[in-house]
């Protein structure tokens, strides 16, 4: 394995990792609906309406996992991608479904609502567009799009990690903080990305 190759690979190593804890924390909150936990003022929302949650959990792990084998590109690329973009689109559509419809729990506020409706919908655009743009054969912008929307839907790993630094030094984040932190996540996501995209070795 050269160099480049061991390079190319430290990425969807890097994905999966920050994967893990948005995926195991859906995988447990998927428990909790299947087995009847207890219901309590943070959950009764989703037992009230478990199917948007449920979706959004199967298609945002699908697509943070399968979509982190995508870099590097490579014979797999077209396949995965007919599973990923369904997948994607399932995750934005029902996250902004649930940030309207659901009860604002108390540690949410309307800003992030509003947060939520604007990154959940950039997702979805980005995932369209690169499907449109794909079936012009524009690869390059097809690729742009499409690491754009990943960036989006990976914004719950970076969101983890923000917030496990906020609360190690000032503890829980007020309602403002918390919505702030969330954004910080997807807007890093997205500078990451515009980077990558740019990137020389990676066109």
């Known amino acids: 394995m050269t160099t480049l190759t061991r390079t190319r690979w430290r990425v969807p190593a890097a994905l999966l990792a920050l994967s893990a804890v948005p995926v195991l924390a859906g995988a447990f909150r998927v428990t909790q609906l299947s087995t009847g936990a207890a219901v309590t003022p943070e959950n009764a929302r989703f037992f009230a309406d478990p199917v948007p949650v449920v979706l959004h959990i199967v298609g945002a792990s699908l697509f943070c ?15 995965l991608g007919r599973l990923i973009v369904p997948c994607g689109l399932v995750a934005a559509l029902s996250g902004m479904w ?39 054969r524009d690869f390059g912008t097809h690729r742009g799009w499409m ?15 923000l917030f496990g630094f ?17 954004g ?20």
């Open 98 to 136: 649930m940030a309207v419809v659901y009860p604002l729990p108390a540690h949410d506020g309307d800003l992030l609502m509003v947060l939520r409706l604007v990154f959940g919908s950039a997702m979805a655009a980005a995932l369209v567009l690169g499907v449109a743009a794909v079936r012009r």
């Open 184 to 203: 910080a996540g997807w807007v890093l996501n997205l500078v990451v990305a515009e980077w990558l995209i740019r990137r020389k070795d990676y066109r």
């Open 147 to 161: 690491i754009r929307g990943y960036a989006i839907g990976q914004g719950g790993g970076t969101q983890a990690v």
């Open 166 to 182: 906020w609360t190690a030094a000032e503890g829980d984040p007020d309602v403002t903080t918390r919505a702030l932190l969330l």
């Open 65 to 79: 996992v399968l979509g982190a084998f995508q870099f590097p590109r490579g014979p797999r690329h077209r396949v």
